[in-house]
Protein backbone atom coordinates (compact mmCIF):
# COMPACT_ATOMS: atom_id res chain seq x y z
CA UNK A 1 0.00 0.00 0.00
CA UNK A 2 1.66 3.31 -0.98
CA UNK A 3 1.56 6.16 0.95
CA UNK A 4 -0.90 7.70 -1.35
CA UNK A 5 -3.51 5.11 -0.82
CA UNK A 6 -2.84 5.39 2.71
CA UNK A 7 -3.64 9.07 2.71
CA UNK A 8 -6.95 8.15 0.67
CA UNK A 9 -7.88 5.69 2.82
CA UNK A 10 -7.41 8.34 6.12
CA UNK A 11 -9.38 10.90 3.80
CA UNK A 12 -12.11 8.17 3.38
CA UNK A 13 -12.25 7.45 6.87
CA UNK A 14 -12.68 11.30 8.03
CA UNK A 15 -15.40 11.81 5.29
CA UNK A 16 -17.13 8.68 6.36
CA UNK A 17 -17.06 8.07 2.41
CA UNK A 18 -17.98 3.90 2.91
CA UNK A 19 -17.73 3.70 -0.96
CA UNK A 20 -13.92 5.02 -0.88
CA UNK A 21 -13.15 2.44 1.77
CA UNK A 22 -14.71 0.08 0.46
CA UNK A 23 -12.78 0.24 -2.74
CA UNK A 24 -9.69 0.32 -0.75
CA UNK A 25 -10.62 -2.41 0.44
CA UNK A 26 -10.56 -4.61 -2.38
CA UNK A 27 -7.52 -2.81 -3.95
CA UNK A 28 -5.74 -4.23 -0.40
CA UNK A 29 -7.48 -7.39 1.03
CA UNK A 30 -4.12 -7.56 3.15
CA UNK A 31 -4.58 -4.50 4.83
Not at 2 to 21: I, P
Amino acid sequence: MTKREWENLCSALEKKDNDAYDNLMKKSPNM
